[in-house]
């Protein structure tokens, strides 16, 4: 007879696993049909039946026997086993609520907080366009040289990982013929850029949304198909001014036109301009800048002429000096990474030496290519350190939480040991048993781990929010999908493991005949007491390092609450005003700016308002080179300058002290001359101190018949030193204009955030001050209506993010620090209330019984606190970029560390102490 192969048995254990009743059917038949067949035979020699039906049961042995036989020979014992040993889990957990109750809590806080922040991180750094073959995109970036070519930058820049600056800005004419040059090589390369917010008018009434710019080939290179009409064409990207189309995101098609299909061709005014919507972008859609956010409206490159024609004196779409677009690109399957970059590197040196002449010095940068996958992804690059920390921390608050669960489980199998070591002198293999008791380890890490996987499904939206600001309506939408949930059940199956294998294996090597003995479990207990001990200092530890870390970033958010600002934040309410350029273009954007600061200020409730073209303490700034008259070089040998443009009322808006001279009035206008006030920090490092009013200094050129000469201003007054992009840095030199003498030569006009001083609340002015706005031109929304300071919180929303979290899971670790220190003390009283009987019967005073365990505890505190420390010491070096004003051994965050968790030691082991003391010794004395 032929053996049965792999494929066969196998087969054979799935249809038995599939059709369990069925299979167990037809075991029956089969065990019955050979046992009457047996007894036939017998019956046929002559036996009686009754005698011929026993021995043949005799025969084939007990029916169970037969049964477990056959299932061990197609493979379901393991199988059954495995069930059986389940069905006994669930019923010791049922029988021990209590501890089932405290243990699974402990775990789920701690896998919540990790599926949160790795839900956050995932989402951050990980997560690819939702677009098809997202790993076939690469971005492009230049890697500037010491003197590039290229001046102005309209983008971003960073410093890459090799320490050269990167920029992913490049000019039109050199896009334009790269993918020329790309589109002969078989390589695709598209543009796009993002522009901000621009208002829609619709229906009546004008919203502000977030706006981009494609090339025309932006849709068919990203391969995604819209989920309503189509995307932008190559025939919308034709001349400077054309392809007025637009498409929609999924949200604004919600959210705006309620979903309606009617939408196709509806005309919108975008800054006034009439376009048509040819298309709604498919749900989950984000464009090609990130994940983090999906631009709203959809246009093609050429609108940039219409939309926002010059940048300053350049032409964006003639300029071949101005980079402002972002390119990428989707690689051929056939390429390689390296031919790529290296034709993409020589296309685009070409093209640069094609627009522009390098002067004497000036060199070409070298393009490079990079994973487009995750879109842009500027956001991500800052956050990748961070969020690498956090998970970090919280995977500390796993293991602490697996340290618990495992002192639990100690303490609770020393009450079950004289349960196992009969079920081992009854014939139980220790690899049986072991596996009952780790079935049940992950059986409550299942409970655990699925009460956590709400948490964080819960978590994932909070969690962001502490880095939002308090004026977007956006959530950043963090999926709950398969990746986190693989986490999820990887960290629970871990977990369990973790705290499972140490009770069940130690449990396991106890001496039977010692442990079936009354009162012969000392040298069992002695064991275990160590392994208890050992695993609360491991908690301690981890307790001392989070408690240590949330100090650090606690210090460092009051440190910067404490910063003083140099005005006063408090009734300041900010919005900003963005009039389309083509409306309102030069000397009209000052008129209407000017009009609109006396609208505001006009309105009931309001003590003063202001423009400006940056607010104080945004993240945001202006910088210029500076000279002073009289000297032929920019200050700083090449830094630039912070500077402002602000109406004259600012500083009194603001309530800046003006310590020299005078601040704007009325009579500086366009036609008299210009000029300037500086701050402390200017007079300080650029005029050594001497008195500046009169002088005069330049941050630019401007034409004079056709001939460029220094934009001279004359300093009028110096003002107190303020803050100015944050609150980490050190008042920097600062140089304010007057927006009303704008010379015409610039942008710096265009768009202007608006500061209004009022004691009302916000959603009692607003209206009004809205009202005020749209009796000018219903086309002008007020955006981003925040109060200055929500606009400070978020300028340290990172900060905030880490004291948050980290205090969190601070508090989290002293809870199960106590609960760890308490079980233990509490396991090791028990343990040793037949000594303390004899001490206390023996005349030793309670008070010294109480100070006994107390002890115990200090010293197992102080190991777990010093050890700790010393890891303490080393986070605290790799987060020290993070702080501010806090030294990363700061000695106060470290005492309040160390007294914090010494106190909870103490109070955790007080309530086993006391217990300790008050043991009568005739009772004491008659335990084991």
């Given at each position: 007879?032929?053996r049965?192969?792999?494929?066969?048995r196998?087969?054979a254990?799935?249809?038995?696993?599939?059709?369990?009743?069925?299979?167990?059917?037809?075991?029956?038949?089969?065990i019955r049909?050979?046992?009457?067949?047996?007894?036939?035979?017998?019956?046929?020699?002559?036996?009686?039946?009754a005698?011929?039906h026993?021995?043949?049961?005799?025969?084939f042995g007990?029916?169970?026997t037969s049964?477990?036989n056959?299932r061990?020979?197609?493979?379901?014992r393991?199988?059954d086993?495995?069930?059986?040993?389940?069905?006994?889990?669930v019923?010791?957990?049922?029988?021990?609520?209590?501890?089932t109750l405290?243990?699974a809590a402990?775990?789920a806080?701690?896998?919540?907080?990790?599926t949160?922040?790795?839900?956050?991180a995932?989402?951050?750094?990980?997560?690819?366009?939702a677009?098809?073959?997202?790993?076939?995109?690469?971005?492009?970036y230049?890697?500037e040289?010491?003197?590039?070519v290229?001046?102005?930058?309209?983008?971003?820049?960073?410093?890459a990982?090799?320490?050269?600056?990167?920029?992913?800005?490049f000019?039109?004419?050199?896009?334009?013929?790269?993918?020329?040059?790309?589109?002969?090589?078989?390589?695709?390369?598209?543009?796009?850029?993002d522009?901000?917010t621009?208002?829609?008018?619709?229906n009546g009434?004008?919203?502000?949304?977030?706006?981009?710019?494609?090339?025309?080939?932006?849709y068919e290179?990203?391969?995604?198909?819209?989920?309503?009409?189509?995307?932008i064409?190559?025939?919308?990207?034709?001349?400077?001014?054309?392809?007025?189309?637009?498409?929609?995101?999924y949200?604004?098609?919600?959210?705006?036109?309620?979903?309606?299909r009617?939408?196709?061709?509806?005309?919108?005014?975008?800054?006034?301009?009439p376009?048509?919507?040819?298309?709604?972008?498919?749900?989950?859609?984000?464009?090609?800048?990130?994940?983090?956010?999906?631009?709203?409206?959809?246009?093609?490159?050429?609108?940039?002429?219409?939309?926002?024609?010059?940048?300053?004196?350049?032409k964006?779409?003639?300029?071949?000096?101005?980079?402002?677009?972002?390119?990428?690109?989707?690689?051929?399957?056939t390429m390689?990474?390296?031919?790529l970059?290296?034709?993409?590197?020589?296309?685009?040196?070409t093209?640069?030496?094609?627009?522009v002449?390098?002067?004497?010095?000036?060199?070409?940068?070298?393009?490079?290519?990079?994973?487009?996958?995750?879109?842009?992804?500027?956001?991500?690059?800052f956050?990748?350190?961070?969020?690498?920390?956090?998970?970090g921390?919280?995977g500390?608050v796993?293991?602490?939480?697996?340290?618990?669960?495992?002192?639990?489980?100690?303490?609770?199998?020393n009450?079950?040991?004289?349960?196992?070591?009969?079920?081992?002198?009854l014939g139980?293999?220790?690899?049986?048993?072991f596996?009952?008791?780790?079935?049940?380890?992950?059986?409550?890490?299942?409970?655990?781990g699925?009460?956590?996987a709400?948490?964080g499904?819960?978590?994932?939206?909070?969690?962001?929010?502490?880095?939002?600001?308090?004026?977007?309506?956006?959530?950043?939408?963090?999926?709950?999908?398969w990746?986190?949930?693989?986490?999820?059940?990887?960290?629970?199956?871990?977990?369990g493991?973790?705290?499972?294998?140490?009770?069940?294996?130690?449990?396991t090597?106890?001496?039977?005949?010692?442990?079936?003995?009354?009162?012969?479990?000392t040298?069992?207990r002695?064991r275990?007491?160590?392994?208890?001990?050992?695993?609360?200092?491991?908690?301690?530890?981890?307790?001392?390092?989070?408690?240590?870390?949330?100090?650090?970033?606690?210090?460092?958010?009051?440190?910067?609450?404490?910063?003083?600002?140099?005005?006063?934040?408090?009734?300041?309410?900010?919005?900003?005003?963005?009039?389309?350029?083509?409306?309102?273009?030069?000397?009209?954007?000052?008129?209407?700016?000017?009009?609109l600061?006396?609208?505001?200020?006009?309105v009931?409730?309001?003590?003063?308002?202001?423009?400006?073209?940056?607010?104080?303490?945004?993240?945001?700034?202006?910088n210029?080179?500076?000279?002073i008259e009289?000297?032929?070089?920019?200050?700083?040998d090449?830094?630039?300058?912070?500077?402002?443009?602000?109406?004259?009322e600012?500083?009194?808006?603001?309530?800046?002290?003006?310590?020299?001279?005078?601040?704007?009035?009325?009579?500086?206008?366009?036609?008299?001359?210009?000029?300037?006030?500086?701050?402390?920090a200017?007079?300080?490092?650029?005029?050594?101190?001497?008195?500046p009013?009169?002088?005069?200094?330049?941050?630019?050129?401007?034409?004079?018949?056709?001939?460029?000469?220094?934009?001279?201003?004359?300093?009028?007054?110096?003002?107190?030193?303020?803050?100015?992009n944050?609150?980490?840095?050190?008042?920097?030199p600062?140089?304010?204009?007057?927006?009303?003498?704008?010379?015409?030569?610039?942008?710096?006009?265009?768009?202007?955030?608006?500061?209004?001083?009022?004691?009302?609340?916000?959603a009692?002015?607003?209206?009004?001050?809205?009202?005020a706005?749209?009796?000018?031109?219903?086309?002008?929304?007020?955006?981003?209506?925040?109060?200055?300071?929500?606009?400070?919180?978020d300028?340290?929303r990172?900060?905030?993010?880490?004291?948050?979290?980290?205090a969190?899971?601070?508090?989290?670790?002293?809870?199960?620090?106590?609960?760890?220190?308490?079980g233990?003390?509490?396991?090791?009283?028990s343990?040793?209330?037949?000594?303390i009987?004899?001490?206390?019967?023996?005349?030793?005073?309670?008070?010294?019984?109480?100070?006994?365990?107390?002890?115990?505890?200090?010293?197992l505190?102080?190991?777990?606190v010093?050890?700790?420390l010393g890891?303490?010491?080393?986070?605290?070096?790799l987060?020290?970029?993070?702080?501010?004003?806090?030294?990363?051994r700061?000695p106060?965050?470290?005492?309040?560390?160390?007294?914090?968790?010494?106190?909870?030691?103490?109070t955790?082991?007080?309530?086993?102490a006391?217990?300790?003391?008050?043991l009568?010794?005739?009772?004491?004395?008659?335990q084991?």
């Open positions: 007879m032929n049965p192969t792999l494929l066969h196998i087969g254990w799935l249809s038995a696993l599939i059709s369990r009743p069925r299979f167990e059917r037809e075991m029956e038949e089969e049909f050979h046992m009457e067949q047996h007894a036939a035979t017998l019956i046929a020699q002559g036996i009686a039946p005698e011929a026993r021995q043949a049961r005799i025969a007990g029916a169970e049964r477990d056959i061990s020979a197609i493979g379901l393991p199988l086993e495995l069930l059986g040993d389940l069905r006994y889990a019923r010791v957990l049922r029988n021990s609520p209590g501890f405290i243990a402990s775990l806080l701690a896998i919540g907080a990790n949160t922040i790795f839900s956050v995932h989402f951050m750094l990980l997560e690819r366009l677009v098809p073959h997202p790993t076939e995109l690469r971005m492009l230049r890697e040289g010491e003197r590039s290229y001046h102005g930058t309209w983008g971003s820049d960073y410093r990982d090799n320490g050269q600056f990167r920029s992913d800005s000019p039109y004419p050199v896009y334009q013929q790269v993918q020329r040059a790309a589109g002969k090589d078989g390589v695709s390369v598209f543009a796009f850029k522009i901000g621009v208002n829609v008018a619709s009434t004008a919203q502000a949304v977030e706006a981009q710019l494609v090339s025309g080939n932006f290179s990203m391969k995604t198909i819209p989920e309503l009409g189509r995307g064409l190559p025939a919308d990207d034709g001349a400077p001014g054309t392809g007025a189309v637009a498409v929609i995101s949200d604004f098609w919600q959210r705006a036109f309620g979903g309606s009617d939408v196709l061709g509806k005309v919108v005014r975008v800054d006034t301009f376009v048509a919507i040819v298309g709604v972008n498919a749900k989950g859609f984000t464009g090609a800048d990130g994940v983090q956010r999906a631009p709203e409206l959809v246009m093609p490159m050429s609108m940039i002429a219409t939309l926002h024609g010059t940048l300053g004196e350049d964006v779409l003639e300029s071949s000096r101005l980079c402002w677009i972002q390119m990428m690109v989707r690689k051929p399957a390689t990474d390296a031919v970059q290296n034709r993409l590197d020589h296309h685009f040196h093209a640069v030496l094609a627009t002449t390098p002067a004497a010095g000036e060199t070409v940068d070298r393009l490079v290519t990079d994973d487009g996958s995750r879109g842009e992804a500027i956001e991500s690059m956050m990748r350190r961070p969020m690498y920390i956090l998970l921390l919280v500390c796993l293991l602490l939480a697996c340290a618990n669960v495992a002192n639990l489980m100690l303490a609770r199998a009450n079950r040991q004289r349960e196992i070591s009969v079920r081992l002198a139980a293999g220790r690899g049986r048993v596996r009952q008791l780790l079935v049940e380890s992950l059986l409550l890490a299942a409970i655990g699925a009460a956590g709400m948490l499904y819960l978590g994932r939206t909070a969690a962001p929010a502490l880095l939002q600001n308090a004026w977007q309506t956006n959530a950043m939408p963090i999926p709950f999908n990746p986190i949930f693989a986490f999820t059940t990887a960290i629970t199956l871990l977990t493991i973790l705290f499972g294998l140490a009770p069940a294996w130690q449990s090597r106890t001496d039977v005949n010692t442990a079936l003995k009354q009162g012969a479990a040298a069992s002695q275990k007491a160590w392994t208890g001990k050992g695993l609360v200092a491991f908690q301690i530890a981890m307790a001392t390092l989070l408690v240590a870390g949330s100090a650090l970033f606690l210090r460092t958010m009051l440190n910067l609450s404490r910063v003083k600002p140099g005005f006063e934040p408090g009734g300041l309410l900010l919005f900003d005003v963005q009039p389309p350029e083509k409306q309102y273009p030069g000397v009209k954007s000052v008129a209407l700016h000017r009009e600061t006396s609208r505001f200020a006009a009931p409730g309001v003590d003063g308002a202001s423009a400006a073209s940056v607010a104080l303490i945004s993240g945001s700034s202006w210029s080179g500076v000279r009289g000297e032929s070089a920019n200050l700083g090449g830094r630039h300058v912070h500077t402002d443009d602000v109406s004259p600012f500083f009194q808006v603001l309530r800046i002290r003006m310590l020299i001279g005078r601040g704007f009035t009325s009579t500086d206008t366009q036609t008299s001359p210009k000029v300037t006030v500086v701050n402390q200017f007079v300080r490092k650029y005029l050594n101190g001497k008195n009013i009169g002088l005069r200094i330049s941050g630019g050129e401007i034409k004079v018949d056709g001939k460029s000469q220094p934009d001279w201003h004359t300093i009028i007054g110096v003002c107190a030193d303020t803050q100015y944050d609150l980490r840095t050190a008042p920097e600062i140089y304010f204009t007057d927006k009303f003498q704008w010379s015409g030569q610039s942008d710096a006009a265009q768009g202007s955030v608006y500061l209004v001083r009022t004691q009302l609340a916000p009692e002015i607003v209206p009004a001050l809205r009202e706005a749209t009796r000018l031109d219903p086309d002008l929304p007020l955006l981003n209506i925040r109060t200055q300071s929500q606009q400070i919180a300028v340290s990172q900060e905030r993010m880490f004291a948050t979290l980290t969190g899971f601070g508090v989290l670790a002293l809870a199960l620090a106590c609960v760890g220190i308490y233990v003390m509490a396991y090791t009283v343990q040793r209330t037949h000594e009987g004899i001490r206390l019967a023996l005349g030793a005073e309670r008070g010294r019984v109480r100070r006994m365990v107390l002890r115990e505890a200090g010293w505190a102080g190991a777990g010093l050890v700790g890891a303490a010491l080393g986070l605290a070096q987060v020290s970029s993070l702080l501010y004003d806090t030294e990363a700061d106060l965050s470290l005492t309040v560390t160390v007294t914090l968790l010494l106190a909870v030691s103490v955790a082991s007080w309530v086993p006391e217990r300790a003391a008050r009568e010794p005739v009772i004491a004395l008659r084991d």
